[in-house]
């Protein structure tokens, strides 16, 4: 049966209202696994209000009780977290022990803003200029707004939310459509932590739903992490409307390999770094560039044995090394993306198109892909081919995080 998911709004589930739904698939198998309402223009003004009506005793509350909130928060994800890393393996794709280490690293966030107590203090000069004294005081901005991506669906909500709580703002979550199972439980957890009704409000949605936050003034900051374009709309649209913004778009990563590294211990860091979680990290590494045509051919051969070893499986399962990318969409924009390289010339040491899982054939599965040197194209012409898509060596800082494969170009 496929479940119908909600909003999360004034302390208590909200059925959607606007009639426009998303599938939120299980990965591992290619299954529906729920429908998620996407919000109408009208429902996130609704939260906006009610996140508002919360803030104003909230923000009341003296500092120490506020943190005393995020402490039984951390007792509470500490306790759940098995049951919490399933969810998210389960709508996500990645491992369960990635899954356990995304809400570990939200969690640590947490706990630094448990000491809120004193990270709010204010400062006081006195005599800073002749018979002028000098304060500072730190107050709550208002009603502030998280919009996050599908890759950490724990850690990047928890790192928006918890500095924002423990400052004393309402919060409104614009969660991933693709995940949004635990950042509807996360709500549920900071309600049974005392956080009162409203605070922390989460609206599922699309668009629509980011615009709404983004054009209300009632909404005073805005935090979000994904794609590059997507970044700077958010951002340029949040300066024009007055807001405070701080955006983290894509970029691509790359690792150099000088010629006396230990290139067995560079190997076994470019598998967890290029392949763990199908590569959909925002710090994965795309790109490995040797220094030197030897040292190129000894790297390439390293990792061509341990990249066919992988073992690419459903995310719960034991001793699997990452699992399905986290939709068909995403697959298959991945597997065009490699089809790009080999079109233009890219030698492919490995090639993990067509990959399926015995049992799962309907799973987003992608095997693991490596390309290796390039220099076929010229000094001048130089590409990268990398999981995501094919761009020029002005090493650009976009970029989406999907597939599991990168390049070894050679630098000479």
């Known amino acids: 049966m496929v479940r119908e998911l909600t909003h999360f709004v004034g302390g208590e589930h909200v059925a959607g209202t606007s009639g426009r739904f998303a599938d939120v698939f299980d990965p591992s198998t290619g299954e529906v696994r729920a429908r998620v309402p996407l919000a109408s223009t009208a429902e996130v003004e609704a939260a906006i209000a009610n996140a508002e009506e919360a803030q104003i005793g909230w923000a009341a509350t003296n500092p120490q009780k506020r943190a005393r909130?995020?402490?039984?928060?951390?007792?509470?994800?500490?306790?759940?977290?098995?049951e919490l890393a399933k969810t998210l393996s389960r709508e996500h794709g990645k491992t369960?022990?990635?899954?356990?280490?995304?809400?570990?690293?939200?969690?640590?966030?947490?706990?630094?803003?448990?000491?809120?107590?004193?990270?709010?203090?204010?400062?006081?000069?006195?005599?800073?200029?002749?018979?002028?004294?000098?304060?500072?005081?730190?107050?709550?901005?208002?009603?502030?707004?998280?919009?996050?991506?599908?890759?950490?669906?724990?850690?990047?909500?928890?790192?928006k939310m918890g500095p924002a709580l423990?400052?004393?703002?309402?919060?409104?979550?614009?969660?991933?459509?693709?995940?949004?199972?635990?950042?509807?439980?996360?709500?549920?957890?900071?309600?049974?932590?005392?956080?009162?009704?409203?605070?922390?409000?989460?609206?599922?949605?699309?668009?629509?739903?980011?615009?709404?936050?983004?054009?209300?003034?009632?909404?005073?900051?805005?935090g979000f992490v994904g794609s590059t374009p997507i970044a700077q709309y958010i951002y340029e649209t949040a300066a024009q409307n007055g807001k405070r913004a701080q955006c983290f778009g894509g970029a691509k990563n790359h690792l150099i390999v000088m010629p006396d590294a230990d290139l067995d211990q560079v190997a076994?860091?470019?598998?967890?770094?290029?392949?763990?979680?199908?590569?959909?990290?925002?710090?994965?590494i795309s790109v490995a560039v040797p220094v030197g045509k030897e040292t190129g051919d000894a790297l390439a051969a390293k990792l061509t044995e341990r990249v066919k070893a992988l073992k690419v499986g459903p995310s719960l399962e034991k001793?699997?090394?990452?699992?399905?990318?986290?939709?068909?969409?995403?697959?298959?924009?991945v597997e065009g993306y490699i089809q790009k390289g080999v079109d233009e010339g890219a030698s492919l040491l490995v090639d993990g198109r067509g990959f399926s899982v015995e049992g799962h054939e309907n799973g987003?599965?992608?095997?693991?892909?490596?390309?290796?040197?390039?220099?076929?194209?010229?000094?001048?012409?130089?590409?990268?081919?990398?999981?995501?898509?094919?761009?020029?060596?002005?090493?650009?800082?976009?970029?989406?995080?999907?597939?599991?494969?990168?390049?070894?170009?050679t630098m000479q």
Request: with cysteine; net charge negative.
């Open 268 to 284: 076994d860091a470019l598998i967890g770094a290029g392949y763990g979680s199908a590569g959909e990290r925002c710090m994965a």
């Open 69 to 82: 909130v995020l402490m039984r928060f951390v007792d509470l994800i500490n306790a759940d977290a098995p």
């Open 166 to 222: 423990a400052a004393g703002n309402a919060f409104i979550l614009k969660p991933s459509e693709r995940d949004p199972s635990v950042p509807l439980r996360i709500a549920e957890l900071f309600l049974e932590g005392g956080l009162p009704a409203g605070v922390l409000n989460v609206v599922n949605g699309d668009k629509e739903s980011v615009d709404a936050l983004l054009h209300d003034e009632r909404i005073r900051a805005v």
């Open 96 to 159: 369960y022990e990635d899954s356990l280490g995304d809400i570990q690293r939200g969690v640590e966030v947490i706990e630094f803003a448990i000491g809120a107590p004193h990270l709010l203090k204010g400062e006081y000069s006195s005599n800073a200029g002749t018979g002028i004294d000098v304060y500072s005081m730190r107050q709550p901005l208002g009603v502030v707004a998280g919009i996050t991506p599908f890759n950490f669906p724990a850690m990047i909500p928890l790192w």
């Open 319 to 333: 001793g699997v090394d990452y699992g399905p990318l986290v939709t068909a969409d995403a697959l298959a924009r």
């Open 364 to 409: 987003f599965y992608l095997g693991p892909t490596l390309f290796g040197d390039l220099n076929q194209h010229g000094p001048d012409a130089f590409r990268f081919y990398t999981k995501t898509k094919t761009v020029t060596s002005r090493w650009p800082s976009h970029g989406l995080r999907d597939g599991a494969s990168f390049v070894i170009p």
